[in-house]
Every structure is written in C-alpha cells, then in structure tokens.
C-alpha cells in the first residue's frame, strides 16, 4: 500500500510562487502516474495535473502555464511548481497516485494565497 507524504505548503501573496513534493514508498514509484488534486473551502475537490510514469503530463485548464509538474523517479518524489498564483487558488492540494484499479492518497497540505 502506498504512502504519500505532501510538503512544501505555506501562504504567498498573489502572483508570487511556491512548491509542493510528494514523496511515496511502499510502491515501483516510476510505473504509476502520479498527480495533484485540490479542495478548497466548500467545493469539491478538482483535478490538478498529472504525470504519468513515461512523463507525459496533463494539466486543468485553470493552472495551464502556470503550473508545472514534474517526477524524480530515483527519489520516489513528485513536484509541483505553481506560479503567478491567485487567490483562487487557495486550497489544499492532495497527492495521488494510481495504477490500474488503485489510486492512494496523501494527506494533503495547505496552499493560501493573500495579501
């Protein structure tokens, strides 16, 4: 069973950067894909982006050019680099990471973006 462990949140002000990791064990990290949702207050949580094991890599049309994700598969770790944040971005982001039929989670980490 997977273990993901999400680091790296904090509160930035808008158009500033930040980036949040995910390190797993417990898995071959290097054949899942691995991704990124969110869940701000009072909505449901929302695709972030993805990056499946050969590297290909999807993005919501929300973070697109913004947000870059990003694997190391020899630390087990994946990254997301979010820039030019807003304050619609304010959430807490949660890693996954899935294969076949399974998909484990982390427990998630804070981001707040505000003046």
């Known amino acids: 069973q997977v273990q993901l462990v999400e680091s790296g949140g904090g509160q930035v002000q808008p158009g500033g950067s930040l980036s949040v990791s995910c390190a797993a064990s417990?898995?071959?990290?290097?054949?899942?894909?691995m991704g990124w949702y969110r869940q701000a207050p009072g909505k449901q949580r929302e695709f972030v982006a993805r990056?499946?094991?050969?590297?290909?890599?999807n993005y919501a049309d929300s973070v697109k050019g913004r947000f870059t994700i990003s694997r190391d598969n020899a630390k087990n770790t994946v990254y997301l680099q979010m820039n030019n944040l807003k304050p619609d971005d304010t959430a807490v982001y949660y890693c996954?990471?899935?294969?076949?039929?399974?998909?484990?989670w982390g427990q998630g980490t804070q981001v707040t973006v505000s003046s």
């Open positions: 996954y990471a899935a294969r076949g039929g399974y998909t484990g």
């Open positions: 417990g898995i071959i990290f290097s054949r899942y894909t």
């Open positions: 990056i499946i094991s050969g590297g290909s890599t």
